[in-house]
T-cell receptor, first 117, second 114 residues
Framework: GAVVSQHPSRVICKSGTSVKIECRSL??????MFWYRQFPKQSLMLMAT?????????EQGVEKDKFLINHASLTLSTLTVTSAHPEDSSFYIC?????????????FGSGTRLTVV | KQEVTQIPAALSVPEGENLVLNCSFT??????LQWFRQDPGKGLTSLLL?????REQTSGRLNASLDKSSGRSTLYIAASQPGDSATYLC?????????????FGEGTQLTVNP
């Protein structure tokens, strides 16, 4: 089945530093990937849609200069949290679709727990 | 704007019970609906995918139904087990295009007690 690999699973960083999270589709090509953020006891909030070879589309209220997304290949999208602050601490999850929507749903990565101290 | 609601928010049952989780959505113009399971601190695992033209999907002890016209879906879990304890999320998708987003419900936190 379709597998989306996300790394790292956990990261602790100091305030003011940047952190990069990788999302890879292991056995399929993904022209579009999605990045979500999840706060404790809450559902997923879509942050941005990552498109291979073009700029990401950000949701309203999400700072594009804060959350840099790069989708340089059909199997890799990265999310960089720049100048991280404690309020950026959260659970970040990526997802992608393997193939035609009528057959496949979305596959999610295992998530990254970011803690900014 | 599509809104997805899941009831109940939390559910605790003894092992062996059959149970139903509910999901409702405000805009019936959906392409498909997907049920996910999320364990604490983990990503989402897809359980069932129902296309808008389908009425139900089954996988093992899980059965999901879809009534698009009334904006409702149910996830039926038969003979629940402690290993079923997790948060269950439903999500709807509006269109087929690869950039089509999912709209998630808030989830139902299920606890199955031994």
């Amino acid at each position: 089945g379709a597998v989306v690999s996300q790394h790292p699973s956990r990261v602790i960083c100091k305030s003011g530093t940047s952190v990069k999270i990788e999302c890879r589709s292991l056995d399929f090509q993904a022209t579009t990937m999605f990045w979500y953020r999840q706060f404790p006891k809450q559902s997923l909030m879509l942050m941005a849609t990552s498109n291979e070879g073009s700029k990401a589309t950000y949701e309203q209220g999400v700072e594009k200069d804060k959350f840099l997304i790069n989708h340089a290949s059909l199997t890799l999208s990265t999310l960089t949290v720049t100048s991280a602050h404690p309020e950026d601490s959260s659970f970040y999850i990526c997802s992608a679709q393997r193939g035609p929507g009528r057959i496949y749903g979305y596959t999610f990565g295992s998530g990254t727990r970011l803690t900014v101290v | 704007k599509q809104e997805v609601t899941q009831i109940p928010a939390a559910l605790s049952v003894p092992e062996g019970e059959n149970l139903v989780l509910n999901c409702s959505f405000t805009d019936s113009a959906i392409y498909n609906l997907q049920w996910f399971r999320q364990d604490p601190g983990k990503g989402l695992t897809s359980l069932l995918l129902i296309q808008s033209s389908q009425r139900e999907q089954t996988s093992g002890r899980l059965n999901a139904s879809l009534d698009k016209s009334s904006g409702r879906s149910t996830l039926y879990i038969a003979a629940s087990q402690p290993g079923d304890s997790a948060t269950y999320l439903c999500a709807v998708r509006r269109v087929e295009t690869s950039g089509s987003r999912l709209t998630f419900g808030e989830g139902t936190q299920l606890t199955v007690n031994p």
